[in-house]
């Protein structure tokens, strides 16, 4: 099992960049496939961003290609995502899941970090 605790979001303006970290707890941490996904306002929570068990891969939606990165450190247990060029679009409450390699299903959520993004 893993706990997942997210930080770094806040209130900025579009343009700037954000980084949000993902402290995961647990000893099986590199067993893990890793996720962002994120909810805006009156919207449906959608997959933005995951890397694999070893860092390798990382997939980025349409949405956030060119502009944010998923990067992990299995020796401290983070996951993070880095975000450039933020857009008012991207105001959201920002949440890190993980899932079994061999699952596709998310099991274990964070409680999520709010991103606002002012025009």
């Known amino acids: 099992q893993v706990q997942l605790v997210e930080s770094g979001g806040g209130l900025v303006q579009a343009g700037d960049s954000l980084r949000l970290s993902c402290a995961a707890s647990?000893?099986?941490?590199?067993?893990?496939?890793m996720a962002w996904f994120r909810q805006g306002p009156g919207k449906e929570r959608g997959l933005i961003a995951r890397?694999?068990?070893?860092?390798?891969?990382?997939y980025h939606a349409d949405s956030v290609k060119g502009r944010f990165t998923i990067s992990r450190d299995n020796a401290k247990n983070m996951v993070y995502l880095q975000m450039n060029n933020l857009k008012p679009e991207d105001t959201a409450v920002y949440y890190c899941?993980?899932?079994?390699?061999?699952?596709?299903?998310?099991?274990?959520w964070g409680q999520g970090t709010q991103v606002t993004v002012s025009s």
């Open positions: 899941a993980a899932r079994w390699a061999v699952s596709d299903q998310y099991a274990y």
């Open positions: 647990g000893r099986t941490f590199n067993n893990y496939v």
């Open positions: 890397i694999t068990s070893s860092g390798g891969n990382p």
